[in-house]
Structure formats: C-alpha cells, structure tokens
T-cell receptor, first 114, second 113 residues
C-alpha cells in the first residue's frame, strides 16, 4: 500500500524554537507539497518541490523553509516558531504531469506552539 | 485570482436524505476538479476526479458533476449514512497558472442517525 508518512501526529513546541516536520513517501513521486489547514481557511500551500534540491514558494511561505535532499523526503522547517503557526500541517506527493490526480496525502501533523 | 469556494461551511441532515454539496471556482479554464473527504484529525482521501472534458463521475452513492461555463461543481450523496459524516473538500487544477491544487474551505457534513 502506497504511503505518505508524516513523522509526528501531534507536536507541542515553545515560541522561538526551531521546528522540523518530516514527510516521507514510498511511491517514487517527484512532486511533494506542504499545506497548512486552518478552520474556515481550507488548505493553503506553503512550499512545494518538483525534484531533489528544488523548491518553490507557495501562497504562504513566510516563516517557513523546506529541505529536499532526497527524493523520498521533504522537510518543513519553522525557523522560529510562533503561536500563529499553530495549525494542522499536511504533506502530499504526486507524479508530475497528472494535473490534480494522483495526490496522496499524509495523515497530518497537528502542531501547537505555546 | 484563481479561487475555489464552498458553501455552506457546515451542513447537518438526518440519515437517509439525499444531499448536495456545492463548489464554485473562478476561471473556467480548468484541467480537472477533484472532491476529497477528510475525517477528523486525518489526511485527505480522493473521492472523485472530473477531467475538464467530462460532465460527471460516479462512485457508489456519490455523483460529482461539473459545469465549467458556470464555474460550478456539485457532489451528490444518495441515501446518506452516519458514516458519511466528514469534511468534504473541492479542489481545482487550472491549465494556466501555478501547477498546484487549489482547495476550497470545505463543507463539514454531519449525518444524524
């Protein structure tokens, strides 16, 4: 069964901490995405990557960075966590050239910043 | 700006009813439109995908329609069951613009036994 695995389901971090959210996929997908989900706002794209060592800003990249050193792993980094980054974070992957089809999502990481 | 809107934000109906969830989008030049389901605290599962050349897709009790000219899609759920309770999200991939899915805010559906 193909999978996108997010390393933590729940995280609690302190303001100012550097936070790493990890996402690993086993489908050999080139494309990987990080979204955050907030009530009433839906899913908003933070960053995405079409290949190893490649990254593109999404709609709300401020306060975040990413790393893609290997094809299967896409990490989201909160450089200095703030309370307004408390949210559900979702990772997804897909093959290129499929439009919106073939997206596979992880189960999400619920991050609370205190 | 390419946007997707879902109204209402929440819907509660008795078990057994047929119901319709709505999705509207700006810019009719879409590549495809997709409906997802999300259970509380979980990731998203794709339910139906409609290519721009199609008018509808069906899977079991679910039927999704697409009207590009009016910028609308509907998800029809027949004979609703408590297990259908979840958040339903609509997402669009446009032909032009950034190569990414754009999501609506979702409709939280509750089916009451």
């Amino acid at each position: 069964d193909v999978k996108v695995t997010q390393s933590s389901r729940y995280l609690v971090k302190r303001t100012g901490e550097k936070v790493f959210l990890e996402c690993v996929q086993d489908m050999d997908h080139e494309n990987m995405f990080w979204y955050r989900q907030d009530p009433g706002l839906g899913l908003r794209l933070i960053y995405f990557s079409y290949d190893v060592k490649m990254k593109e800003k999404g709609d709300i990249p401020e306060g975040y960075s990413v790393s893609r050193e290997k094809k299967e792993r896409f990490s989201l980094i909160l450089e200095s966590a703030s309370t307004n980054q408390t949210s559900m974070y979702l990772c997804a992957s897909t093959l290129p050239g499929q439009g919106g089809s073939g997206y596979t999502f992880g189960s999400g990481t619920r991050l609370t910043v205190v | 700006k390419q946007e997707v809107t879902q109204i209402p934000a929440a819907l509660s109906v008795p078990e057994g009813e047929n119901l319709v969830l709505n999705c509207s989008f700006t810019d009719s030049a879409i590549y495809n439109l997709q409906w997802f389901r999300q259970d509380p605290g979980k990731g998203l599962t794709s339910l139906l995908l409609i290519q721009s050349s199609q008018r509808e897709q069906t899977s079991g009790r679910l039927n999704a329609s697409l009207d590009k000219s009016s910028g609308r899609s509907t998800l029809y759920i027949a004979a609703s069951q408590p297990g259908d309770s979840a958040t339903y999200l609509c997402a669009v991939w446009w032909i032009q613009g950034a190569q990414k899915l754009v999501f609506g805010q979702g409709t939280r559906l509750t089916i009451n036994p």
